[in-house]
């Protein structure tokens, strides 16, 4: 992870670099500010830097060997800390690293609930338990295994359970030669006055609209117009603005899957409405029921067109140009049939039920419900 992929945050950056170049490093450093405004990338970019064998004005080589490990996030004497699951046999976060060094291969601006998808930990609080911390005082009893830096970095500390607080707090008051630990946190003020004391703080501002449309335009070749309008609502976070992308580009595949089953119906194709039943099969559960309220949405929308006024309807321009041909098949007599189906279905995709059948057994209802 390279200084240069990081977005902004310029300051930061010459202050850790600095750091290096003295030779004055900070056995622990606190980095806190909210989500999205790169602590994670940071925290690894600093990392690479430390454990370089030959970094140039305080910056990684990108070369040498440590650096090339680092490419994977697997450097031996590179530690991580992450929220685990909170359950009795308290599973360690190594457990957990494969998954944890893929998620961040595909983004080192961590989305904390993509994360919690990842371990499976979504209904519950995952917390960073007292055997992590057993296991990270226990990595750093040894010594270097390449000889420099040893490195440790916990993602979300405000997560540290009473117990393991303890445990790290010992590492702190007695920081082994050579180590740096960056603790990092969305919410300093949730933690233990006793660790915050022991560290030195490098607070992160959210990122400006600015920052986050160039950052779009440059990783993610996006019109600048569309940049601005989802830099505009990201709250300073690029994980917020990567995930609009995302929502972006659900919502224009929904319209055009719910304009050609409309079509599909109206012909009364059934050879290519189950061709649709099974392209709509191969999505998870979740973006299937987000489809289903999405027709609901445009049922919704279809039927008020009708009425003619547009301060009520909330559609986008091209939802609402195919409006003008389809809003009267929407009518008093077939509205609330279509809105059951679609609720109905969005209930069995829930309950797992094959969900080819759930598409296909709804694509035919709209036939005889679409000429009411
Ligand atoms: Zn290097």
């Given at each position: 992870m390279l200084y240069s992929s990081i977005i902004a945050q310029e300051g930061i950056k010459e202050r850790l670099r600095r750091q290096i170049v003295t030779g004055r490093v900070p056995h622990a450093q606190l980095f806190s500010g909210p989500e999205g405004c790169g602590k994670l990338p940071m925290a690894l970019a600093f990392a690479e830097a430390l454990l370089c064998q030959s970094p140039v004005d305080g910056n990684p080589c990108g070369e040498c060997h440590s650096c090339k490990m680092m490419k994977n996030f697997e450097h031996p004497d590179l530690h991580f800390l992450f929220p685990n699951k909170k359950s009795a046999d308290e599973t360690l976060s190594t457990s957990h690293l494969r998954t944890w060094r893929e998620e961040l291969k595909q983004s080192p601006y961590l989305d904390t609930k993509r994360w919690y998808a990842a371990m499976g930990t979504e209904n519950q609080q995952p917390i960073i338990n007292v055997k992590d911390a057993a296991y990270l005082s226990d990595a750093l009893s040894l010594t270097a295994q390449q000889g420099g830096f040893r490195v440790v970095i916990i993602w979300h500390a405000e997560l540290i359970n009473e117990q393991a607080a303890n445990k790290i707090l010992k590492v702190l008051e007695e920081p082994p030669a050579k180590t740096v630990m960056m603790l990092l946190t969305d919410a300093p003020e949730r933690l233990l006055s006793t660790i915050t004391s022991r560290t030195q703080a490098i607070e992160f501002p959210a990122l400006t609209t600015t920052e986050i449309q160039q950052a779009l335009v440059t990783h993610?070749?996006?019109?600048e117009e569309m940049a601005l309008s989802i830099s505009r609502n990201a709250n300073g976070s690029y994980i917020q603005a990567v995930n609009l992308i995302q929502i972006n580009e659900d919502t224009s595949i929904f319209f055009d899957l719910f304009v050609q089953l409309m079509r599909k119906c109206y012909m009364r194709d059934i050879k290519e409405m189950q061709k649709w039943s099974e392209l709509v099969a191969e999505w998870g559960r979740e973006k299937q029921k987000n489809f289903l309220r999405y027709c609901q949405h445009m049922v919704r929308e279809n039927f008020i067109f009708n009425f003619q006024q547009p301060e009520l309807n909330y559609m986008a321009n091209n939802e609402r140009e195919f409006s003008t041909r389809f809003s009267p098949f929407i009518n008093e007599r077939n509205v609330i049939g279509i809105m059951e189906e679609l609720s109905l279905a969005e209930r069995d995709i829930t309950q797992n039920v094959n969900s080819k059948m759930v598409f296909f057994d709804f694509a035919l209802k709209m036939i005889v419900l679409l000429i009411k």
């Amino acid at each position: 992870m390279l200084y240069s992929s990081i977005i902004a945050q310029e300051g930061i950056k010459e202050r850790l670099r600095r750091q290096i170049v003295t030779g004055r490093v900070p056995h622990a450093q606190l980095f806190s500010g909210p989500e999205g405004c790169g602590k994670l990338p940071m925290a690894l970019a600093f990392a690479e830097a430390l454990l370089c064998q030959s970094p140039v004005d305080g910056n990684p080589c990108g070369e040498c060997h440590s650096c090339k490990m680092m490419k994977n996030f697997e450097h031996p004497d590179l530690h991580f800390l992450f929220p685990n699951k909170k359950s009795a046999d308290e599973t360690l976060s190594t457990s957990h690293l494969r998954t944890w060094r893929e998620e961040l291969k595909q983004s080192p601006y961590l989305d904390t609930k993509r994360w919690y998808a990842a371990m499976g930990t979504e209904n519950q609080q995952p917390i960073i338990n007292v055997k992590d911390a057993a296991y990270l005082s226990d990595a750093l009893s040894l010594t270097a295994q390449q000889g420099g830096f040893r490195v440790v970095i916990i993602w979300h500390a405000e997560l540290i359970n009473e117990q393991a607080a303890n445990k790290i707090l010992k590492v702190l008051e007695e920081p082994p030669a050579k180590t740096v630990m960056m603790l990092l946190t969305d919410a300093p003020e949730r933690l233990l006055s006793t660790i915050t004391s022991r560290t030195q703080a490098i607070e992160f501002p959210a990122l400006t609209t600015t920052e986050i449309q160039q950052a779009l335009v440059t990783h993610h070749g996006m019109a600048e117009e569309m940049a601005l309008s989802i830099s505009r609502n990201a709250n300073g976070s690029y994980i917020q603005a990567v995930n609009l992308i995302q929502i972006n580009e659900d919502t224009s595949i929904f319209f055009d899957l719910f304009v050609q089953l409309m079509r599909k119906c109206y012909m009364r194709d059934i050879k290519e409405m189950q061709k649709w039943s099974e392209l709509v099969a191969e999505w998870g559960r979740e973006k299937q029921k987000n489809f289903l309220r999405y027709c609901q949405h445009m049922v919704r929308e279809n039927f008020i067109f009708n009425f003619q006024q547009p301060e009520l309807n909330y559609m986008a321009n091209n939802e609402r140009e195919f409006s003008t041909r389809f809003s009267p098949f929407i009518n008093e007599r077939n509205v609330i049939g279509i809105m059951e189906e679609l609720s109905l279905a969005e209930r069995d995709i829930t309950q797992n039920v094959n969900s080819k059948m759930v598409f296909f057994d709804f694509a035919l209802k709209m036939i005889v419900l679409l000429i009411k």
